[in-house]
T-cell receptor, first 115, second 112 residues
Framework: EAGVAQSPRYKIIEKRQSVAFWCNPI?????LYWYQQILGQGPKLLIQ????????DSQLPKDRFSAERLKGVDSTLKIQPAKLEDSAVYLC?????????????FGSGTRLTVV | AQKVTQAQTEISVVEKEDVTLDCVYE???????LFWYKQPPSGELVFLIR??????QNEISGRYSWNFQKSTSSFNFTITASQVVDSAVYFC?????????FGEGTQLTVNP
C-alpha cells in the first residue's frame, strides 16, 4: 500500500511569511496527526483528526497555526505568519482507527526553514 | 500527563559491541502502548516495535531485543553486535488514547 504522502519536502521562507503543508494519509485511515519536530528533539503532537473532526488541538499555537482536513481525507497545515522558531520538520502520520490499536505510519516530513 | 524520558542523549560504540538504550515513562493510565522508532539521517521515522501495557514478555527480533518492566516503568532496547547501519536517532514513545508522546531521542553512533 502507498505510504503517507507529504509535500513539499523542503521549504524556505522569510519570517512573517505564510506557508502551507499538505498531507495525504494512507487510504482508509480515519485518524490523522500533525507533529512538529525541532532539530535535536522528539516529535511533538500539534493536532489530531478523526475523519474530518478535530480530536485534540491543545498543543497547536492557534494564533498562527491552523489545520484542516476537509472531507476526512487529506489535510493541510498552515502557518501565518511564520516565526524563526517555527523552523522544524513537520511530520504527518495516519492510523486506521487510532494509533493505540493500529499503530502509526509516518510520512517523510516537510523541512521548514524560516530565515 | 504522559512523559517519556530517554536519559542518554548520545551513545558511541564500536562495531560489534552490544548497546542498550534506556526509556522510562510516566502515565496514569492502566492501558497504554509503548513504541520504539528509528530515525536515520534521511529523517523518516521507522517503526521498530509496539507493546501494550498488559504484555510484559520480552521480545527478540534478530539483533534487537526489548525489555519491558512495568514495575520500573521502563522499556529498554538492546542492539546486539551493533553495526554501522544501526547509527541513527532512536525514539521511545508512549501512546495513550491514541496520542503518541515521544522522548527526546538517543543518538547512537556505531563506529567501524
Amino acid at each position: 500500500e502507498a505510504g503517507v504522502a507529504q509535500s513539499p519536502r523542503y521549504k524556505i521562507i522569510e519570517k512573517r511569511q505564510s506557508v502551507a503543508f499538505w498531507c495525504n494519509p494512507i487510504s482508509g485511515h480515519a485518524t490523522l496527526y500533525w507533529y512538529q519536530q525541532i532539530l535535536g528533539q522528539g516529535p511533538k503532537l500539534l493536532i489530531q483528526f478523526q475523519n474530518n473532526g478535530v480530536v485534540d488541538d491543545s498543543q497547536l499555537p492557534k494564533d498562527r497555526f491552523s489545520a484542516e482536513r476537509l472531507k476526512g481525507v487529506d489535510s493541510t497545515l498552515k502557518i501565518q505568519p511564520a516565526k524563526l522558531e517555527d523552523s522544524a520538520v513537520y511530520l504527518c502520520a495516519s492510523s486506521l482507527q487510532g494509533g493505540d490499536n493500529y499503530g502509526y505510519t509516518f510520512g517523510s516530513g516537510t523541512r521548514l526553514t524560516v530565515v | 500527563a504522559q512523559k517519556v524520558t530517554q536519559a542518554q542523549t548520545e551513545i558511541s560504540v564500536v562495531e560489534k559491541e552490544d548497546v542498550t538504550l534506556d526509556c522510562v515513562y510516566e502515565t496514569r493510565d492502566t492501558t497504554y502502548y509503548l513504541f520504539w522508532y528509528k530515525q536515520p539521517p534521511s529523517g523518516e521515522l521507522v517503526f521498530l516495535i509496539r507493546r501494550n501495557s498488559f504484555d510484559e514478555q520480552n521480545e527478540i527480533s534478530g539483533r534487537y531485543s526489548w525489555n519491558f518492566q512495568k514495575s520500573t516503568s521502563s522499556f529498554n532496547f538492546t542492539i546486539t553486535a551493533s553495526q554501522v547501519v544501526d547509527s541513527a536517532v532512536y525514539f521511545c514513545a508512549l501512546s495513550e488514547r491514541s496520542r503518541l508522546t515521544f522522548g527526546e531521542g538517543t543518538q547512537l553512533t556505531v563506529n567501524p
